[in-house]
């Protein structure tokens, strides 16, 4: 199994298909903002998909997407016009790719029947050849499968902060490392604006304890360049 | 720009202006008074003869009473003659929302006894009414003031905002004819932006000009404040009262030298110097500049004279509740009290009472703010002021003094009014599109009007309509748009039904602040919350300072949201003292004159005789304070090189780390961006963890082996805003300001939809928002103004340039000096933080410690 970094998403290639992994999207996030309140300048949706479209452009078509759960922002109700975006979006995601399979993490009443509407799977997991693809909230038995070797999982948004002695950055980040006698990779979220959390500052919750400061880090860098850090709990803190 | 008229006035005749008064309000008048008083004689007849006009007087006394004289004498002669009409005639408004006492004693307690003098004489007066309405006024009272309108409005900006676009109640305000502002010298901020434009509004509103009458405190550029009260164009009278006569101040330090004595010892001796004053007077008042400290002097106070302070003493600080501060300020008035002890809140306002002394603990940083506070004492007519500086370290001892000088010669240092604030801009714009349609060049016309956007570019101004018309949001509906715009007719007006209620929920300039929990981010107290810090104090955290809570010490590493993460069990010493964010800056005036004072004693200081003689001429001060003020320069000379207004001395030594330490007397405001800025660039340089600290005196970076002639080569005053605004972005400051400057500018509504967001949630969306705005661009308005605000109110970027220019120059120059160890002057800026320790002594200890070892160095030379 070869796996490579394109920018903020993941692909995996066992020779014959390839797979891309897509981490939490929370589309839908600006409208609950501005439904509070909070006047929000830019939309995600294109936002979204111009970042997509870089990915594509480095990948190509591929056999398989998997959206890592969390597809659409979990709190308030969502205007009927957001729908359509979001819909736009899955389409257009769909057209890259010969299936599309959507890890369902939060049981949403309105998103999955119309998934299914749409024909595209929505799972708890996903598995395909020796990976497991699920949101990482909750274990499903099935990954303990001795034909497993890895897990890829979204949820936990990982991100470092980088700090140079007198400026502090922060990016996405990747994290990958081992868990019993399994590989673990962890897909930061797909979600513009915010990086998401440091695993060294806060827990993810996981359903697993891991030790994430074991974990080694590949940073995403503005132009989908992805840099190794190595270990996460080796990186200077202050 | 169209420059105002200002004319500076005398004061009238006695008689001229008992000429206008009419008959009932002249007897009535003299019933109680036996003359006008100064400020009276300065302001009334110009305000009856329909004038612009700033009243400045360093004491309260009769400063509201002289504007409603007038006032009140006209509304009379309506009244008399059966005239008044259904209109608010004259609208005071005043940043202070407990109003309802003064306002009883200048207005109603005047207009019954009036009535009842012209009553008794049979003389029938039609009623006049007076409406107060603030943040706090019910709406039955409300409602109650629709029906009856009041002659007179008393008022807060920004209620006065509010009222302005209430279809109904405003039309009250179309035949406006007076506007009576108060308070003007607590207006330099934004505050105040907001209420120029709002009296631009007004004006604009009503159909006769209104006169503008403006109260203040002694204040300096006067004629600036003048043009800010009237506007671009206008006229503006300016009295300045020349109340006080002489200011009785001193200074008493309490140590013959103020590094010498045991720690203790110096402790005992400031109370019993406190104890001393306290007895010598009828009621004390104490300012402390902190509230911490306010605590302690008075712990202090009862420790050490067990009982006598028992019941007869008060604090009233700002983080006392409303009641229990109104609750004090009943006591100081009935004289129940013998003394009270107040960090700031008890400089502005209402009257307190007969107070005799005012005590000055630590310098009140600027000139017109000493001048408030001991104005305080003496408020009765004619009394003056008496105040008496208290100082405990050697730095505060040469402030003060140079401080004193300033307050007896009467030169005021001056403040910045913000200029062209965008996000107060976005406010008014969207409250004057809520009342009508508007064409957009006819807005900016008004805009211009104020003072404070008097410049306002063409550029901006649109800017901000196309915030507001969300050009800046990609939806093709426009929502969200809290404004439209038609470019065709060149019109524009409200969008959207609940545009008056966001209005009137939502305005206003104070930015909320809240409270940072403290929690333990590692280690087996992990997750323990410690406590709590201001919001404030965590903007001026770094990664990796050391500061004190609870008497315990605890290492910053992040924060996130309204949590602020640390390392408990630090041995590190403190690096910033908790304090630090209620310290006021001293004003760059004082800080330049201090400068200049070094100098003159520079120039003397071979001499001791002549020298000491020299500054007790100079500062007012005994031999004995000259004398002190005298050695603690001799021996910085002796030491390193005195630093003065045409030297700055950077000083270079080795601790754990390179210091670079600047002896830059301009002030925390620039110091603030000069330190920032040459932080930045050694950090460029690829020195690693820059250490920074800054204090009014100066600042210092430390690293390891700073390369000290590039860093100094680094800065100029044509990089230092490029570099600067690089060196805050991401920061905490920066994230912040913009918080504010979003709920200013309606980008984030704290109340929405009857719901209000805590300031945590309001900090959680701004976070988002903040990421969303740079994503955009770096040039979106509002960012644009939460970098100005940092820059230029938060720092003074101004100033930090031209001494920058001065220095390529070669009017102040550098001068690099190697020292074995901080020079005396730049001790206070070294061990600023250890002063949080609770042990005192600890402190006394160090600085005893460090200065036996400099006065070493200075005997083997």
Known sequence: MKIDFVGKCLLLDCGSERTLAIGDLHLGYEGAMRRSGVMIPVKLFEKSIVDFDKIISETGELDNIVILGDLKHEFGSILPDEWKYIIKFIEYVKSKCKKLIVIEGNHDVILFPLLKKMNIEGVDFFVWKNVVFTHGDKEYNEMNSKKIDYWVLGHGHPAINLYDGNKKEKYKCFLYGNYKDKEVIVVPSFFPLIEGTDAREFDMKFAWDFNLKKFRSFVVSDDLKVLDFGELGKIRTD | ?861
């Open chain 2, 1 to 861: 720009m169209v420059e105002s008229k200002i004319e500076f006035i005398g004061a009238r005749s006695s008689a001229d202006v008992k000429g206008i008064m009419h008959p009932i309000v002249k007897e009535w008048f003299f019933a109680k008074f036996k003359d006008f008083s100064l400020t009276q004689l300065y302001g009334v007849a110009n305000i009856h003869e329909r004038k612009n006009i700033l009243i400045s007087a360093p004491t309260g006394g009769t400063k509201t009473l002289t504007a409603f004289l007038s006032i009140l004498n006209y509304l009379v002669s309506l009244a008399a003659e059966n005239e008044l009409e259904d209109k608010i005639y004259a609208v005071y408004v005043s940043p202070l929302r407990a109003l309802t006492n003064d306002i009883y004693v200048n207005l109603e307690r005047p207009l019954t006894e009036i009535k009842e003098l012209a009553e008794s004489k049979g003389i029938k007066l039609q009623d006049i009414r007076v409406g107060l309405r603030t943040g706090d006024t019910t709406p039955s009272e409300r409602a109650k003031m629709t029906r009856k309108v009041p002659h007179i409005f008393v008022t807060t900006p920004e209620s006065l905002a509010i009222v302005l676009t209430a279809p109904k109640f405003s039309e009250n305000l179309r035949a406006l004819e007076f506007i009576v502002v108060d308070e003007v010298h607590a207006l330099a901020n934004k505050r105040g932006v907001f209420l120029s434009l709002m009296l631009e509004r007004l004006e604009h509103f009503s159909a006769i000009p209104p006169v503008r009458i403006g109260l203040s405190a002694t204040i300096a550029p006067i004629e600036e404040i003048a043009k800010f009260l009237v506007g671009a164009g206008r006229e503006c009278l300016v009295a300045q009262v020349p109340l006080v006569k002489d200011i009785d101040i001193g200074l008493i330090s309490p140590g013959v030298d103020l590094l010498t004595m045991d720690g203790a010892e110096d402790q005992k001796r400031l109370y019993h110097i406190l104890d001393e004053l306290i007895g010598q007077h009828k009621t004390t008042l104490i300012f402390t500049n902190t509230r911490n400290a306010t605590e302690r002097i008075i712990h202090y106070l009862d420790m050490h004279f067990p009982g006598k302070y028992t019941g007869n003493i008060g604090a009233h600080h700002s983080s006392m509740s409303r009641s229990q501060r109104f609750m004090i300020e009943e006591r100081l008035r009935k004289g129940e009290l013998k003394v009270v002890v107040s960090s700031t809140s008890l400089e502005l306002g209402i009257d307190i009472g007969s107070i005799d002394l005012v005590v000055l603990l630590r310098s009140p940083k600027s000139v017109s703010r000493a001048l408030q506070r001991i104005g305080r004492a003496g408020h009765q007519l004619h009394s003056n002021p008496k105040g008496r500086f208290v100082v405990t370290d050697r730095d505060d001892l040469v402030e003060c003094a140079v401080l004193m000088k300033h307050m007896k010669e009467k030169i005021i240092d001056r403040v910045d009014i913000p200029m062209n604030a965008l996000d107060v801009l976005a406010q008014h714009i969207y409250g004057m599109a809520i009342s009508q349609i508007w064409n957009i060049d006819d807005v900016l016309k008004l805009i211009r009007k104020s003072y404070c956007y008097s410049n306002l570019s063409k550029e901006d101004f649109m800017s901000i309509i196309s915030y507001l018309s969300g050009d800046y949001d990609l939806e093709h509906r426009n929502v969200y748009a809290k404004i439209w715009y038609d470019k065709e007719t060149k019109q524009l007006g409200k969008k959207g039904k609940l545009a008056r209620l966001i209005y009137l929920t939502n305005i206003g300039t104070i930015p909320e602040e809240g409270f940072v929990s403290v929690v333990v981010g590692s280690g087996d107290a992990k997750g323990n919350i410690v406590g709590s810090i201001d919001e404030s104090f965590l903007e001026r955290l770094k990664k990796g300072d050391v500061f004190v809570l609870g008497g315990v010490k605890y290492q910053f590493i992040h924060s996130k949201g309204m949590k602020a993460y640390v390392i408990a069990n630090v041995s590190k010493s403190p690096t910033i003292p908790s304090w630090f964010s209620e310290q006021l800056p001293l004003s760059f005036d004082v800080a330049s004159a201090i400068a200049k004072f070094r100098g003159f004693v520079k120039e003397r200081v071979k001499n001791s005789l002549e020298c000491v003689k020299f500054i007790q001429d100079y500062c007012y001060c005994t031999s004995e304070t000259a004398g002190q003020i005298y050695r603690y320069c001799l021996e910085q000379e002796d030491f390193s090189v005195m630093p003065t207004d045409k030297k700055v001395i950077v000083e270079l030594f080795k601790q754990d780390k390179d210091y670079m330490l600047f002896h830059s007397m301009y002030g925390r405001r620039v110091n603030d961006a000069l330190s920032r800025a040459y932080a930045f660039i050694a950090a460029q340089l690829k020195h690693r963890d820059i250490e920074v600290g800054v204090n009014d005196n100066g600042f210092f970076i430390a690293g390891d082996a700073l390369d000290t002639s590039k860093i100094l080569k680094g800065l100029t005053s044509s990089n230092l805003r490029k570099i600067v605004e690089e060196a805050v972005e991401k920061t905490d400051v920066l994230k912040r300001r913009f918080r504010h400057c979003a709920a200013r500018s309606l980008m984030i509504l704290r109340n929405y939809k009857g719901r209000s967001k805590s300031v945590g949630k309001q900090q959680v969306h701004s976070h988002f928002l903040y990421s969303a705005v740079n994503e955009i661009s770096r040039d979106f308005p509002i960012m644009r103004e939460a970098r100005r605000e940092v820059l230029n109110d938060l720092m003074d970027i101004s100033n930090a340039e031209s001494i920058l220019k001065k220095i390529e120059r070669k009017e102040i120059n550098f001068e690099v000096v190697r020292t074995p160890l901080v020079s005396p002057f730049g001790l206070n800026l070294i061990t600023q933080s250890h002063s949080d320790f609770i042990k005192v002594e600890d402190r006394v200890n160090f600085l005893k410690r460090m200065h036996e070892l400099q006065m070493k160095v200075i005997e083997k030379r």
